[in-house]
């Protein structure tokens, strides 16, 4: 039988335990030994479930208290001056806090390191800081303790570490240009020897395998990098442990010939992404060598399809034999813990769904069924579970409640809508007359602090303890404390501060046809910051109004516009979990009809201002280069889709963060927002690099504060971002605002800040100095 496996779990458990006990103890209302007690007994929990499962090997490592990547960086001492970080002591986990929110219980503020998305995921990490000539050590044993701990559960431990060259080529530093520089490579000669201690401590400790995740090879990789692969790997081959290198969210194509080269005992590729990969990569390993094939789909929650998969792989368990291991596709960290926890979706969804504990029984199933050949459909137990996968992709591929002709219809009929708005100057030109802003205007990017009251409120609606008429009232108030708020404050373009919703796609998604939502179906985002994706399975449909009434009963209480806030068609798309049965830019040019209804019901109410927001169009890049014009024609024609017909003197906004927009700055250009409003203050203004050789026509909000930090700006520091910014661009089209919505935040942090943001704005208007 194929040996199973795991490459990760999700660390914050079914019902967001994790979360919970972090932000207790950041908010002081625990200890440290409460929250460290916590992750035992959430670790605990984890191997155990995938140990029950069938997994041989359980992963460890894969645990973090925010990051695996801060994690890592913390390991190896590669912690920011800033920080304080005492010469030979461990690094604390308050510093780990403090890296990743700029504070903790312990420890003073200092500016948290950037956060932006892994790969093409919805998951964020924090950045490595890197400099030449830097040093590095082990500098926090909680991998070698998380490995005794899983050990003396009696569990067989397979440690999983960021591989050197991934972990370098994602790092950053002011002295390199970005994430190709070359330049970077020189500290490797620093950095290996680091690596051949953790490698022979886990061997010390029993480890017989160390997984090395280096998912930079399903990238374009520049020649200096693939080279570098060689020697890393003829050197961290000479450790007294076996090395499963680890690769995941795309094929390796021309990074397959490295690959065969180097001098490891196994090597995992993600075959639910890229199947095509799989002769290929068989038919190049050594003698001895293990191949872990990633068959059962990490990324997505429906179930496999096992039948096709027993064919794929009969031939290879046939000549490989305990040489080939089966695995999810990649770490199931990007999908929630258990659908057993669900008790309110309906029987027939329910059963084409897998969560993480479920993709690991799909494996066993899978590898029992291989094991047996053409017998598993007499066998007791296997025929019934296969017969119970089988039906369930059956009344999926069935189903009426997938395909509604008239959404079809309607999508073949917006062929012909016209896809462009007059110039963006004669926009500006109508739309300043009619809204009237200053130089410099200020906004924030949506939402205002969800405090424990509202959340009460949305909980005892949905209950059925409060009722519609009570519920409406109360998050009428809520919206007129927050225009009350911003005028107070000064704000020029004012928002309703999104009280009645729960999440910027779940909310959308509860009111379009063609979404299912669970209760638990919780992933990780960032941190303590968790969602719960729509499971997106049929053709969308919009059957009311969405956002109008409170937009609309927002603008009636102020003369200062209100923006409309929208989520737009690439990020409902890539925030959920999407229907794989059509193209997905099918899908998102259904959201974006969806989505232009609700555009143009918002400007016939009287709103000026509509954001329809795309913080994922990055994140939705494929990883090949060769593959970007096809994703980038297709995203950037559903968000024009959405403004088709709308008035040149309505002002449309979008919101990006997080991500890296340097390289698609001229399809951002070309989506034709009026304004686009960008995350620039964790990555200090460093998008303001790609206005050197490309001029962006519209105007620009660079975030000029970090809201996932809670230490408040200042006003110098802001006055000086806005100015980097009016260097490259002309500060006529600049505008003043946060890189985030506020959602996170608190109260009196949240206005501690708008008021220096404010001020700031009022400076950069008088030309003055900041500190004046």
Not at 331 to 356: M, N, R, T, Y
Not at 526 to 554: E, N, Q
Not at 556 to 576: H, N
Request: hydrophobic letters at 45%.
């Amino acid at each position: 039988m194929a040996t199973l496996h795991n490459l990760g779990f999700p660390r914050i458990g079914v019902r967001r335990e994790l979360k919970r006990a972090l932000e207790s103890y950041w908010a002081g209302l625990s200890t440290q030994e409460a929250l460290e007690q916590a992750g035992r007994e959430l670790r605990a929990r984890h191997w155990a479930v995938q140990a029950a499962s069938g997994a041989e090997l359980v992963p460890v490592g894969d645990f973090a208290w925010y990051d695996h990547m801060l994690e890592w960086s913390a390991t190896l001492g590669a912690v920011p001056v800033r920080f304080g970080q005492a010469a030979g002591a461990p690094v604390a986990l308050d510093t780990v806090f403090r890296m990743a929110r700029g504070s903790a219980p312990g420890g003073g503020p200092a500016a948290a390191c950037e956060m932006t998305k892994w790969f093409d995921t919805n998951y964020h990490y924090l950045v490595p800081e890197l400099h030449p000539g830097q040093q590095f050590r082990i500098a926090r044993d909680t991998l070698f303790e998380q490995v005794g701990e899983a050990q003396a559960l009696g569990h067989a431990a397979k440690p999983v570490i960021p591989g050197p060259l991934t972990w370098l080529w994602l790092g950053k530093g002011e002295a390199y240009r970005g994430a190709g520089d070359a330049g970077k490579l020189a500290l490797l000669a620093a950095l290996l020897p680091v690596y051949e201690e953790v490698l022979a401590r886990l061997a010390g400790l029993g480890a017989r395998w160390v997984q090395i995740d280096e998912p930079i090879l399903a990238l374009d990789l520049p020649a200096a990098w693939r080279e570098a692969f060689a020697a890393v790997y003829e050197r961290l081959a000479g450790a007294p442990v076996s090395i499963l290198l680890a690769t995941y969210f795309g094929a390796l194509d021309d990074n397959l010939p490295v690959v065969r080269a180097l001098p490891v005992a196994g090597l995992h590729v993600d075959l639910a992404r890229a199947p095509e990969q799989l002769a290929a990569v068989a038919g190049g390993l050594r003698p001895g060598q293990v191949l872990s094939a990633g068959v059962i789909d990490g990324r997505n929650v429906w179930r496999a399809d096992l039948d096709a998969w027993r064919a794929r792989l009969a031939p290879y368990a046939a000549t490989l034999g305990e040489r080939l291991w089966l695995a999810p596709s990649c770490s199931l960290l990007h999908v929630p813990v258990d659908l057993s926890a669900e008790d309110q979706l309906d029987d027939e969804l329910k059963s084409w769904l897998s969560f993480a504990r479920q993709k690991l029984d799909e494996l066993s199933l899978l590898a029992r069924a291989l094991e047996l050949g053409e017998a598993a459909d007499s066998v007791a137990g296997v025929a019934d579970a296969l017969a119970v996968q089988r039906r369930a992709l059956r009344t999926r591929a069935e189903s009426r409640r997938i395909h509604l002709p008239a959404v079809q219809s309607a999508l073949r009929e917006a062929g012909g809508l016209a896809r462009g708005r007059p110039p963006f100057a004669q926009r500006s030109a109508a739309q300043q007359a009619r809204l009237r802003l200053p130089a410099f205007p200020t906004t924030t990017i949506g939402s205002f602090p969800q405090t424990p009251e509202i959340r009460a409120l949305r909980r005892d609606w949905r209950a059925g303890s409060l009722g519609d008429a009570a519920y409406e009232k109360a998050i009428r108030k809520e919206i007129a404390d927050s225009i009350a708020f911003q005028e107070r404050v000064g704000l020029d373009v004012l928002v309703h501060g999104e009280a009645e919703r729960n999440d910027m796609v779940e909310y959308f998604g509860e009111l379009l046809a063609g979404f299912a939502f669970t209760q638990n179906g919780w992933v990780q985002s960032y941190g303590s910051r968790c969602v719960k994706p729509p499971v997106l399975f049929g053709d969308i449909a919009r059957p009311v109004p969405m956002t109008v009434g409170w937009t609309a009963y927002a603008q009636s209480l102020t003369d200062r516009p209100v923006k409309g806030m929208l989520t737009g068609p690439v990020t409902l798309l890539q925030w959920s979990f999407v229907r794989d049965d059509q193209p997905r830019s099918t899908t998102c040019r259904q959201l974006a009809l969806a989505l232009r209804g609700e555009a143009l019901d918002l400007e016939a109410a009287g709103i000026g201002v509509i954001q329809i927001d795309e913080p994922a169009l990055r994140e939705g890049l494929p990883l090949r280069r060769a593959q970007w014009a096809g994703y980038l024609g297709w995203a950037v024609d559903s968000f024009r889709l959405c403004t088709t017909g709308v008035r040149d003197d309505t002002q449309i906004h979008t919101h990006m963060c997080y991500s890296e927009f340097n390289d698609i700055i001229e399809s951002i250009a070309a989506m034709d927002a009026d304004v686009i409003t960008i995350e620039t203050s964790r990555s200090n203004m460093e998008l303001l690099g790609a206005f050197e050789d490309f001029r962006y026509p519209n105007d620009i909000g660079p975030g000029v504060y970090d809201i996932h930090s809670p230490n408040v700006p200042e006003v110098e520091g802001m006055v000086g971002l806005v100015r980097r910014a009016a260097a490259r661009l002309p500060g006529g089209r600049l505008w003043v605002n946060p890189d985030c919505g506020l959602k996170t935040r608190a109260w009196p942090e949240a206005e501690a800040a708008l008021l220096k943001m404010v001020a700031a704005a009022r400076v950069l208007r008088q030309g003055r100095p900041a500190a004046a």
